[in-house]
Nanobody, 122 residues
Framework: VQLQASGGGLVQAGGSLRLSCAASERPFNMGWFRQGPGKEREFVVVTSWTSGSTWYADSVKGRFTISRDNTKNTVYLQMNSLKPEDTAVYYC???????????????????WGQGTQVTVSS
């Protein structure tokens, strides 16, 4: 599965951005992780194509929303009320092995898109 991410950019605190990730084939689960400067890769959100379940990291809950377009095998991440601490390279990830359940562990994902930079200025 190949993933193509897009939509990053520079925005002021309190602003919004929308990221997209298109998959060449639909994996069981798709999610977003991010990696800030000098930090480890961090879970953001995952959604299941099979069950429809979604899991958000506490740090983004209520501000970020993931959605799926079944016709395009694409997920979108709408990011509102952005904060400077949201600044990171965002990676979309696909899990083609776990049919049931979702994971926040990046090691469980076998497909990764190229990163897209999100910068939030204060």
């Amino acid at each position: 599965v190949q993933l193509q991410a897009s939509g990053g950019g520079l925005v002021q605190a309190g602003g919004s951005l929308r990221l997209s990730c298109a998959a060449s084939e639909r994996p069981f689960n798709m999610g977003w992780f991010r990696q800030g400067p000098g930090k480890e890769r961090e879970f953001v959100v995952v959604t299941s194509w099979t069950s429809g379940s979604t899991w958000y990291a506490d740090s983004v809950k209520g501000r970020f929303t993931i959605s799926r377009d079944n016709t395009k095998n694409t997920v979108y991440l709408q990011m509102n009320s952005l904060k400077p601490e949201d600044t990171a390279v965002y990676y979309c990830a696909g899990d083609t092995r776990r049919r049931i359940g979702v994971s926040n562990n990046p090691a469980m994902y076998d497909s990764w898109g190229q990163g897209t930079q999100v910068t939030v200025s204060s």
